[in-house]
């Protein structure tokens, strides 16, 4: 017969207690998230300010919109997180889960724009056509706001656990189909590149680039899909309440603010400002 697990110490479930309880606590680690947030999202529009003035002639190329969604998403975060207790307080509740699942699914289309990237550099390498890929990212994503979208509805008309818990299934799904894309395209790219010829031009830093990005990515997504999952089941894991501020720390920490943070670090190259040609002028005769 197999022992009983061993219950946590007074003392550490005592200051755990204490931690969640606390108002001060609560509004502290809320304000730190917001601050995190607010840094990534500086860090981004940065960014995208950066492209803008070296290459204005590119117009809004992949990797600005990618930049600039990353701007919108964390901005988001912080401004929920800073304004936590007042989105606490919004009628219907329905609305509290419409502004807390947004940005998670903004989170999703921002990531893939980067695995559209990867996809149409596969295609465009195989001499395919990729004019499908882009109208295929536009259905997923219209797909994907409509269904969720149809699951605020039901929530709203029909406001128990069994739909709360489909709601949040939904996101875990979601965020294990975008882990399979990375590790799919982002593996193809990695040994595509890792194929070409050694004399290639910049081979190996983007060889580094997609395996560090596709491996974050895909940890990423798949604990964004183990959390979402346990979170669904457990309700004393439930990030939607303000008493629960230390989980809120490590779940956020870990599948956004680390993974963007890292992403938008070894992304941070810049394209190169365009050299103009020199022109010889043509005699009239």
């Known amino acids: 017969m197999t022992a009983a697990p061993a219950p946590l110490p007074a003392e550490v479930a005592g200051w755990w207690e204490r931690v969640n309880g606390s108002p001060a606590w609560q509004d502290g680690i809320f304000c730190a998230l917001a601050v995190l947030y607010g840094i990534v999202a500086a860090a981004s529009c940065i960014q995208v300010a950066r492209i803008q003035c070296r290459v204005p002639e590119y117009g809004w190329t992949i990797q600005k919109v990618f930049q600039f969604l990353n701007f919108g998403v964390n901005g988001a975060r912080c401004s929920i997180f800073a304004f936590r207790r007042l989105v606490q307080q919004v009628n219907p509740p329905i609305f509290q889960h419409v502004i807390l699942d947004l940005p998670g699914l903004a989170f999703f289309t921002t990531y893939a724009v980067l695995a559209l990237f990867w996809a149409e550099i596969l ?163």
């Open 123 to 285: 295609y465009q390498a195989r001499g395919l056509m990729a004019n499908r890929l882009r109208l295929g990212f536009y259905t997923i994503n219209v797909v994907v706001y409509a269904l969720q979208g149809f699951l605020w509805l039901c929530l709203w008309w029909n406001p128990n656990h069994s739909m709360l818990v489909i709601s949040k299934l939904f996101v875990a799904g979601l965020s294990f189909f975008t882990a399979f894309g990375f590790l799919l395209y982002g593996g193809r790219l990695f040994l595509m590149l890792k194929y070409f010829p050694l004399e290639s031009k910049g081979r190996q830093q983007k060889l580094r680039e997609v395996g560090r990005v596709a491996s974050i990515c895909f940890c990423c997504f798949m604990a964004r899909c183990i959390m979402v999952c346990f979170n669904a089941f457990n309700k004393e894991a439930d990030l939607d309440v303000l008493d629960h501020p230390v989980l809120n720390f490590f779940y956020y920490l870990l599948v956004e603010i680390l993974p963007s943070s890292l992403v938008l670090y070894i992304l941070r190259r810049i394209p190169a400002k365009l050299q103009l040609s020199q022109y010889h002028l043509l005699s009239s005769g």
